[in-house]
């Protein structure tokens, strides 16, 4: 059974770097038929896809979030990562991490993670 | 951006009601959707993909339906366990979208 886990600070500052790992267990990041996503759902509103990566290194980005937003991997950790740039309180949400199939798009999430942006 | 467009916002059913929800897309997604079930407090769940295919372990008490620009989630005989909000979401172009939610409520 796949599992995915979020794990980094749950307050961060304005204009600061928000920075979240994803840890997978029971499955492999280096996979070719899957790709690793970010999702984000601010308090009590939707959910805002933020972007993905294949194994290889390949990266997606939501344009409007594109020029913040870096996504890695780290195949010998079974992890993968996202870091926000220039935070506001607007990217106050619940992140989630989740794994992707082209065919089956979002089929495991991790638990979610509330980041609040607050000095 | 392709806008997703789900109703209604909010529903009001009894427990054995057929329930049924509708997403529409601002161009056509081929049958590129999926519907999630969300509970308070935890994460989105996949319940079907491809527009109508039910993800393993699903009851088959949901279905889903549509191609091109519209689709509808049917729940045929609501349960307890299926109050929730729940999300179609376009993955037939980026940025991959999802509808505002619609939540069933207990009536």
């Known amino acids: 059974q796949v599992q995915l886990q979020e794990s980094g600070p749950g307050l961060v500052k304005p204009s600061e770097t928000l920075s979240l790992t994803c840890t997978v267990s029971?499955?492999?990041?280096?996979?070719?038929?899957?790709?690793w996503s970010w999702i984000r759902q601010p308090p009590g509103k939707g959910l805002e896809w933020i972007g993905y990566?294949?194994?290889?290194?390949?990266?997606n980005y939501n344009p409007s979030l594109k020029s913040r937003v870096t996504i890695s991997v780290d195949t010998s950790k079974n992890q993968f990562s996202l870091k926000l740039s220039s935070v506001t309180a607007a990217d106050t949400a619940v992140y989630y991490c989740?794994?992707?199939?082209?065919?089956?798009?979002?089929?495991?999430w991790g638990q979610g993670t509330l980041v609040t942006v607050s000095s | 951006d392709i806008q997703m467009t789900q109703s209604p916002s909010t529903l009001s059913a009894s427990v054995g009601d057929r329930v049924t929800i509708t997403c529409r897309a601002s161009q056509s997604i081929s049958s590129w959707l999926a519907w999630y079930q969300q509970k308070p407090g935890k994460a989105p769940k996949l319940l079907i993909y491809?527009?109508?295919s039910l993800e393993s372990g699903v009851p088959s008490r949901f279905s889903g339906s549509g191609s091109g620009t519209e689709f509808t989630l049917t729940i045929s005989s609501l349960q307890p366990d299926d109050f929730a909000t729940y999300y179609c979401?376009?993955?037939?172009?980026?940025?991959?979208?999802f509808g505002q939610g619609t939540k069933v409520e207990i009536k």
């Open positions: 029971g499955g492999s990041v280096s996979s070719g038929s899957y790709y």
């Open positions: 491809k527009a109508s």
């Open positions: 989740a794994r992707g199939h082209p065919e089956r798009t979002f089929d495991y």
């Open positions: 990566i294949y194994y290889s290194g390949s990266t």
């Open positions: 979401q376009q993955y037939n172009s980026y940025p991959e979208t």
